[in-house]
């Protein structure tokens, strides 16, 4: 009888230090020690979004020129004179507008391809302004996580702003291993590998969010062990306990 004392005392041990997660597992913004053991990484300097072959630009032009202004109504049957549509960069990096000869913006930031559509409208139609968007200016998340696409509402979105939009993290999501899968400029995806736990993520290359970004979460190995709540942690404790009891309580009796 001893024996099973001590095999449920141990077995009671054993589910106390494994089936809950603790700070230094899920926790983020941890400062980098021995113990913990994070990886410490380097600053990156933030670099604007290039646009891309196969990107949608929406462009708005503004201007008081009767003529332009009869013939964009007669186009989008409206009374405007504002002008606003979408466009796809094509193979060569050039899009086509209406009255312009294409124009390659791939490569130049929003604010650089704005200046150039501004430049290239005001040789035909003086005084001509243009105001310029990435249509699809989204990011995609999947895996142990709320999944969805979602738009970059602002400029420098991060990464923990990107996953709250989501619902955050869920407690068995590997923090350890959060991935980015970023197009890069000749087509190819670039997978970023990076542990979300440490505060030294912050302005490091894996911080911000660019367009056309999927962030993959994948799930911890041991979580079906864990628990997320301190309740789930005492339910599972006390059925683990039941259980052995009554495994002994049986033994016992067909023992005599």
């Given at each position: 009888?001893?024996?099973?004392?001590?095999l449920l005392a141990l077995v009671l041990v054993s589910v106390i230090l494994t089936g809950c997660?603790?700070?230094?597992?899920?926790?983020?913004?941890?400062?980098?020690?021995?113990?913990?053991?994070l990886p410490e990484y380097e600053k990156a300097e933030y670099k604007p979004y290039r646009i891309r072959v196969n990107d949608e630009i929406i462009y708005r032009l503004?201007?008081?020129?009767?003529?332009?202004?009869?013939?964009?109504?007669?186009?989008?049957?409206?009374?405007?004179?504002?002008?606003?549509?979408?466009?796809?960069?094509?193979?060569?990096?050039t899009i086509e507008l209406p009255f312009l000869k294409p124009i390659h913006i791939a490569g130049?930031?929003?604010?650089e391809a704005e200046d150039s559509l501004r430049e290239a409208f005001r040789e035909i139609i003086p005084g001509a302004d243009v105001k310029l968007a990435l249509y699809n200016k989204s990011f995609t998340v999947?895996?142990?996580?709320?999944?969805?696409?979602?738009?970059?509402?602002?400029?420098?979105?991060?990464?923990?702003?990107?996953?709250a939009m989501t619902g955050d993290l869920r407690e068995s999501g590997d923090r350890k291993h959060v991935r980015i899968i970023r197009p890069k400029d000749n087509g190819?995806?670039?997978?970023?590998?990076?542990?979300?736990?440490s505060n030294s993520?912050?302005?490091?290359?894996?911080?911000?969010?660019?367009?056309?970004?999927?962030?993959?979460?994948?799930?911890?190995?041991d979580s079906f062990v864990k628990v997320a709540s301190y309740s789930g942690f005492l339910g599972l404790i006390t059925s683990s306990a039941s259980l052995l009891i009554s495994v002994l309580?049986?033994?016992a009796t067909f023992a005599k």
């Open positions: 009888m001893k024996k099973q004392i001590k997660y603790s700070h230094r597992v899920v926790g983020l913004l941890q400062e980098p020690t021995k113990q913990n053991k503004i201007t008081m020129d009767e003529t332009i202004s009869k013939t964009l109504e007669a186009n989008n049957n409206n009374s405007s004179t504002n002008y606003a549509n979408s466009y796809r960069v094509y193979e060569d990096g130049l930031t929003e604010k999947v895996g142990d996580i709320g999944s969805g696409t979602f738009s970059i509402y602002k400029e420098k979105l991060n990464i923990f702003q990107a996953l190819e995806p670039e997978i970023l590998d990076f542990d979300i736990r993520i912050i302005e490091s290359k894996y911080y911000y969010i660019y367009p056309n970004d999927v962030i993959y979460v994948s799930r911890t190995k309580n049986y033994s």
